[in-house]
């Protein structure tokens, strides 16, 4: 086990005496498995429910204010960009498409990755618009990313589990130089894309894409074959590049920034930890920066609570920060902490930085992968006696005064977890606890417009009748019927 101390520095670690294996259907993937850290419990600075609640109210404003100036920001650029070069004055043009390809081939990651999330914006088919759009911008299949970030949200920077880790031990730094003019990301973005639409998915891919979805991903693909063929087509029949320049090129020669900014997020920080304090860093940036990066600087906090908004999550930091280690000050103060780190990893591949915690944050707990394996064997009891119960009967869960109009409570009878809303009209309801996709409890979640979302991956049920309404949750949850007497509030179970 790698040894930490408790200073800013960084602990030298036990030799594992082998290489990382990063595939998903390798050794260390088992292994993980095996020794708890898979779908396992993490820790959270705690807060008061009704204080969270607050930071995760959705509002639509905010991200269309800055969707209409990201769009716009791109037509603008882009038009002096074109009207420059068929004037004539190609190199004229060159700084209008050097800030056309950050909108693109940057500022639309971190739009893909907020909406990806669902918390962008309040109005869903808004989340799914943007998400589509930059899905393509990035090269990303959205069903595929879809799958494969809520993975790096259940397992970050698991070994053998997240299939989001940016910088593997030890660092390729050739790899990461290609990777800032978005070389790489692109080859395998299209190369991925090709292979999709040739109506296959990769057996990677399949360990986290059900197979209820794997259609989408292959019909996506297949569109966007289309869609670059008629770009490349019209390229060639103008006998101009600036079809290309508009779409495509900009992924790669606008890839620098969330290149820059997403090394930052975990590099250099421990792996195989289950305390996003230890795996991930919040710097300070620049406004323009966090404009483009669309605050996933804070990305301890994101972390730690998905469902956070980004326009709420500078609050959340000044909230949380005496439980967090000190972030950095600048981009470039972070590059000075991490680089040097990597560095040491091309000779020991253990090494990580150990950040300092502040006196008034609670320690790390060294035991939490076995916490997570408990919570599973808890899961597993819940689903026996579940099984084994008797004839239905009404059983008290809580008194009306208990449950807030649009908002839910936990309930927790002869091992089973229950979730019980109250809806605007002030209508009782109740459900399974537990979201059934990886088990989280729902009574931490969010309940808005009849729909509780899970807050580890977002995922949204209709509490009313348990639809499941959409990726990453495939499975209905288990409704259960309620009266009310007096003030109490009964279930049948």
């Known amino acids: 086990m790698t040894q930490m101390t408790s200073d800013f520095t960084v602990a030298e670690p036990l030799s594992r005496g082998r290489q990382r294996d990063y595939s998903l259907i390798g050794e260390d993937s088992k292994r993980a ?30 991200a269309i204010r800055d969707t209409i100036i990201w769009l716009g920001a791109m037509a603008l650029f882009a038009g002096f960009g074109i009207a420059l070069w068929l004037e004539g004055h190609p190199w004229l043009s060159l700084p209008f498409w050097l800030v056309y390809g950050v909108l693109y081939g940057s500022a639309s ?23 589509q759009i930059a899905s393509f911008m990035m090269i990303r299949n959205p069903y595929t990313w879809r799958w494969s970030h809520t993975r790096h949200h259940t397992d970050t ?30 080859w395998n973005g299209l190369g991925r894309m090709l292979y999709n639409a040739g109506g296959h998915i990769h057996p990677e891919e399949a360990t986290f894409i059900p197979e209820s979805e794997q259609a989408k991903v292959i019909r996506v693909a297949r569109i966007w074959t289309l869609i670059y063929a008629a770009t490349i087509g ?9 079809p290309l320049m508009v779409i495509g090129l900009p992924r790669l020669y606008g890839a620098w920034h969330h290149i820059m900014t997403g090394l930052l997020q975990h590099g250099g920080l421990a792996d195989n930890v289950l305390d996003h304090r230890l795996n991930s860093r919040t710097v300070y940036m620049n ?17 730690m609570f998905p469902m956070v908004p980004y326009h709420a999550l500078p609050a959340l930091h000044e909230r949380i920060k005496h439980d967090l280690p000190a972030p950095n000050r600048s981009i470039a103060e972070g590059f000075r902490e991490m680089w040097p780190a990597l560095v040491r990893q091309l000779r020991y591949e253990d090494y990580f930085l150990m950040r300092e915690l502040p006196s008034t944050a609670k320690p790390y707990r060294e035991d939490f992968s076995r916490r997570g394996a408990r919570r599973r064997l808890n899961q597993n009891n819940q689903k026996i006696s579940k099984g084994a119960s008797a004839m ?17 409570i936990r309930f927790d009878h002869e091992g089973r977890t229950f979730a019980i809303y109250q809806s605007p009209e002030g209508e009782f309801f109740a459900t399974d606890g537990l979201c059934t996709h990886e088990k989280i409890h729902l009574a931490d979640g969010l ?22 309404l959409g990726a990453p949750v495939c499975v209905n949850l288990t409704t259960y019927k309620v009266k009310v007497e007096g003030d109490d509030v009964l279930i049948e179970i």
């Not at 239905?392 to 839910?408: K, L």
């Not at 808005?448 to 991956?457: A, Q």
Request: glycine content about 6%; charged content about 25%.
């Open 33 to 62: 498995a095996e020794i708890g850290l898979k779908a396992a419990e993490w820790y959270h600075t705690d807060m008061p429910r009704k204080e969270m609640k607050g930071f995760m109210k959705r509002s639509d404003q905010p």
């Open 109 to 131: 990651d971190s739009r893909w990755h907020e909406c990806g999330h669902g918390t962008a914006f309040r109005t869903q088919w808004m989340n799914t618009a943007i998400y």
């Open 157 to 186: 920077y698991i070994v053998g589990l997240d299939p989001e880790i940016a910088v593997m031990r030890p660092p390729d730094f050739f790899k990461l130089v290609l990777n800032a003019f978005g070389v790489l990301d692109t």
């Open 234 to 242: 019209l390229a060639i029949a103008t006998q101009s590049i600036l």
């Open 287 to 303: 406004p323009i920066s966090r404009f483009i990066y669309w605050n996933m600087n804070y990305h301890v906090e994101h972390h």
């Open 392 to 408: 239905p009967s009404w059983i008290r869960a809580c008194t009306t005064d208990d449950v807030e109009p649009e908002d839910v």
């Open 447 to 468: 309940v808005m417009d009849n729909v509780i979302e899970c807050p580890k991956h977002n995922g949204r049920f209709d509490y009313r009748d348990g639809e499941a």
